[in-house]
T-cell receptor, first 115, second 114 residues
Framework: GENVEQHPSTLSVQEGDSAVIKCTYS??????FPWYKQELGKGPQLIID?????GEKKDQRIAVTLNKTAKHFSLHITETQPEDSAVYFC??????????????FGAGTRLAVHP | DAGVIQSPRHEVTEMGQEVTLRCKPI?????LFWYRQTMMRGLELLIY????????DSGMPEDRFSAKMPNASFSTLKIQPSEPRDSAVYFC????????????FGPGTRLTVT
């Protein structure tokens, strides 16, 4: 079945350092990989996504890389700031009729950025 | 846009009572999703609608759960009767049918069943 594994479950870094979160997926037909940030008491917020026809995507301090052969993708946050502290979820989706994305989520990574 | 709106934000009820959670999707979005989040099981898709029609309810845990979408701007998730194991945060999300189909989540309803 479809499965997404995410590591690490917790990550603690010093402000200014980089943080990397990795995910692997089982369904080789997956072609859409979003990342969500969830702050305490709030819903998940889409921060970046990538499709399988692209190997890397950047948006300011965050970037996502995709290795289709190995079936894994990673989130990179550079120059971390305390406000980056949150739970991050990766997800994967395969093409569905009508084009919608049935997201399979990883278990989440709790990131703590210490001043 | 105000984003996805959910109500109530918090609900505390006793076992056996009926609970109704409400969602207003982002205007113009054709897809609506209901998720449940728990520490043990993470984020689980319960059901999704396309153009107000339920398409896949395979994630609904049991017959005590039901969902409706009477129009494009409103959906409900009902639990009757509620049980303590239903305690979780329930999220509604919506997605456009064009473009990248990104899903946008609401703030969630934290349900506690005692």
């Amino acid at each position: 079945g479809e499965n997404v594994e995410q590591h690490p479950s917790t990550l603690s870094v010093q402000e200014g350092d980089s943080a990397v979160i990795k995910c692997t997926y089982s369904d080789s037909a997956s072609n859409y990989f979003p990342w969500y940030k969830q702050e305490l008491g709030k819903g998940p917020q889409l921060i970046i996504d990538i499709r399988s026809n692209v190997g890397e995507k950047k948006d300011q301090r965050i970037a996502v890389t995709l290795n289709k052969t190995a079936k894994h993708f990673s989130l990179h946050i550079t120059e971390t700031q305390p406000e980056d502290s949150a739970v991050y979820f990766c997800a994967a989706s395969r093409p569905r009729p009508g084009g919608y994305n049935k997201l399979i989520f990883g278990a989440g990574t709790r990131l703590a950025v210490h001043p | 846009d105000a984003g996805v709106i959910q109500s109530p934000r918090h609900e505390v009820t006793e076992m056996g009572q009926e609970v109704t959670l409400r969602c207003k999707p982002i205007s113009g979005h054709d897809y609506l999703f209901w998720y449940r989040q728990t520490m043990m099981r993470g984020l689980e898709l319960l059901i999704y609608f396309n153009n107000n029609v339920p398409i896949d309810d395979s994630g609904m845990p049991e017959d005590r759960f039901s969902a409706k979408m009477p129009n494009a701007s409103f959906s409900t998730l009902k639990i009757q009767p509620s049980e303590p194991r239903d305690s979780a945060v329930y999220f509604c999300a919506s997605s456009p049918s064009r473009g990248e189909h990104e899903q946008y989540f609401g703030p969630g309803t934290r349900l506690t069943v005692t």
